[in-house]
């Protein structure tokens, strides 16, 4: 199965800060990376697919890049909506997914 | 409008059976490509994918907990069903369904609100 490791589990941030995250896959999926966003007692909401791609309706301050292993979501400017926990997920092996261990975006 | 509700119990006693119920809407679980998922979030931890049913009722496990798991379908009800035996405390989590979709260039996911299942004797 394939891992997905994301880094840093946690981060402190301010309103208006540009923010990181980085996922790492234990093998190439190519560009077969989704990104989303669970606030607290919710499901999980799609932001990006295929690395890069914003789905429908997600605010373009988010965006995402990589490919083969290495891939990053980055938030261009925190907003008070924003603090939450996002997680990676490799579709390369579709149906059988995998989720990175979450990285939890906390206000400084 | 797409929609995905799961129901099942509250709460089960350590190696009983756990049996899930997702009852969707807005899509027919017979449409080609389709297919659903479940995947489950322990109480502060990440989420883990569990077992996947496509339209044709081809399906697909977790490497770890195969054992342990059924998924199947009725489509005449619209119902996804996730059998797992054998529960214990470990196994407390949140428990999604989820249509998940994939195609050429694009990719969808549809969540269900999750239901809470506490394995407790």
């Known amino acids: 199965d394939i891992q997905m490791t994301q880094s840093p589990s946690s981060l402190s941030a301010s309103v208006g800060d540009r923010v990181t995250i980085t996922c790492r896959a234990s093998?190439?999926?190519?560009?077969?990376l989704a990104w989303f966003q669970q606030k607290p007692g919710k499901a999980p909401k799609s932001l990006i697919y295929?690395?890069?791609s914003l789905q429908s309706g997600v605010p373009s301050k988010f965006s995402g890049s990589g490919s083969g292993t290495d891939f990053t979501l980055t938030i261009s400017s925190l907003q008070p909506e924003d603090f939450a926990t996002y997680y990676c997920?490799?579709?390369?092996?579709?149906?059988?997914?995998?989720f990175g261990g979450g990285t939890k975006v906390e206000i400084k | 409008q797409v929609t995905l509700k799961e129901s099942g119990p509250v709460l089960v006693k350590p190696t009983e059976t756990l049996t899930l119920t997702c009852t969707v809407s807005?899509?027919?679980?017979?449409?080609?490509?389709?297919?659903v998922s479940w995947i489950r979030q322990p109480p502060g931890k990440a989420l883990e994918w569990l077992a996947h049913?496509?339209?044709?009722?081809?399906?697909s496990y977790s490497t770890s907990l195969k054992s342990r798991l059924t998924i199947s379908k009725d489509t005449s009800k619209s119902q996804v069903v996730l059998t797992m035996t054998n529960m214990d405390p470990v196994d407390t989590a949140t428990y999604y369904c989820?249509?998940?979709?994939?195609?050429?260039?694009?990719?969808?996911?549809?969540w269900g609100q999750g239901t809470l299942v506490t394995v407790s004797s």
């Open positions: 807005g899509f027919s679980l017979s449409n080609a490509r389709m297919g």
């Open positions: 997920q490799q579709y390369n092996s579709y149906p059988r997914v995998t």
């Open positions: 989820a249509r998940i979709r994939r195609g050429s260039g694009w990719y969808e996911v549809y």
């Open positions: 295929a690395a890069s």
């Open positions: 049913i496509f339209s044709n009722d081809e399906k």
């Open positions: 093998q190439g999926i190519s560009n077969y």
